[in-house]
């Protein structure tokens, strides 16, 4: 972990874990199984053509925020509902001074969609249909990170949804098995 910024962020998760229980995940593995998945996703090529990015359910930064932190020629939006989660957002945004980076705190739903963005990103925050059936008609691209239960959700989403082109790729990490499943309602994906 070279990068300076990336580090602070992982030194302030790792406190804020300690204290409020952000996650599950033990100490020793928090930067192989959030940190490093997200940073493989900024040089993968499957972010290329896009200028803005939301991460939707960003919890407290993964991926949105390590994305921003990497990937200063993109606009990120980071949309959280919790106040708490949002809270330490906007700390590390500041405290980082993320031009790149806007922390969105709000319920998002079908009346009140995401809007305003290229490519949507998400990991944990809900299944694929929920996601795209509350991102507006100009977002027409995903990035979902899921587990070992990607296929069956992927199907689940194609016997609802029709006009997307749909892909499974395995991340070359030791990450506990995450994959990405990419979305695109034109095309194929750029960098696959």
């Not at 874990?17 to 499957?46: F, H, M, Q, R």
């Not at 290329?48 to 407290?60: K, L, N, P, Q």
């Not at 809007?115 to 008609?137: C, F, H, P, W, Y």
């Not at 990490?173 to 695109?184: A, I």
Request: aromatic fraction near 10%; hydrophobic fraction near 40%; glycine fraction near 8%.
């Amino acid at each position: 972990m070279e990068n300076e910024a990336i580090k602070r962020f992982t030194e302030e998760f790792d406190r804020w874990n300690s204290t409020y229980a952000l996650t599950s995940i033990a100490p020793e593995k928090i930067y192989d199984y959030l940190i490093a998945p997200s940073a493989w996703l900024v040089g993968s090529g499957y972010l290329d053509g896009s200028r803005v990015i939301a991460d939707f359910g960003t919890g407290y930064g993964i991926p949105g925020l390590v994305m921003a932190i990497l990937d200063d020629g993109r606009q990120y939006k980071l949309v959280e509902s919790s106040r708490k989660k949002a809270s330490f957002l906007h700390r590390i945004v500041k405290e980082l001074q993320l031009d790149n980076c806007e922390v969105v705190c709000r319920r998002v739903d079908k009346r009140n969609k995401i809007e305003g963005v290229d490519l949507l990103v998400s990991r944990a925050a809900g299944t694929i249909s929920e996601i795209v059936d509350i991102t507006s008609a100009d977002t027409t691209r995903f990035i979902f990170f899921k587990g070992n239960d990607a296929e069956a959700e992927l199907e689940e989403f194609n016997a609802g949804h029709t006009g997307y082109s749909a892909e499974t790729i395995d991340i070359p990490l030791d990450c506990g098995g995450l994959r990405l499943v990419l979305l695109d309602k034109t095309a194929a994906y750029p960098g696959a």
